[in-house]
């Protein structure tokens, strides 16, 4: 199974980051337009849809935790021709909030049972572009 890790800071509230993280028209601010759908109750289905780079996608599961604001968590299926939408085929997001002097503490964890899927830790790169627009959206204003 291949897991990343990402840690990064942001000075803002936890508060501010986990609406960035679950909240529909924020999270279309920061993940390319995306459409997310979702109740935020356990169990409940999670669906994220929207273009890139001209294609059209859709990536759906299921939400595993939702404890404002410290955790949320939920699996998705991202089609490939090469895998059929099984259980052993979704891969898990998890982002737990930390608070800290100045700010909050981000952890994102993509737990991947997805043949080929990436290993790794880092401390949130820069030049990520996502990571660039979610930090842009969080620190646009002050708590």
């Known amino acids: 199974m291949g897991e990343t890790v990402t840690r990064v800071e942001f000075a803002a509230s936890p508060e501010r980051v986990f609406a960035a993280l679950t909240e529909a028209d924020l999270v279309r601010v920061w993940q390319y337009g995306s459409v997310l759908e979702t109740d935020w109750v356990p169990g409940a289905p999670v669906r994220f849809t929207g273009e ?46 930390e608070e800290v002097p100045g700010g909050t503490r981000l952890t994102i964890r993509q737990s991947d049972p997805r043949p ?11 030049d990520d572009p996502v990571l660039g627009a979610l930090r842009a959206l969080i620190e646009a204003t002050r708590d």
């Open 52 to 97: 890139w780079q001209g294609r059209v996608y859709a990536q759906w599961g299921s939400v595993v935790a939702f404890e404002p604001p410290r955790l949320v968590a939920y699996t998705l299926f991202a089609p490939r021709e090469d895998l059929e939408d099984r259980p052993e085929h979704r891969f898990t997001m998890t982002y737990v909030l």
């Open 116 to 126: 080929g899927a990436a290993e790794g830790e880092s401390t949130g790169d820069p």
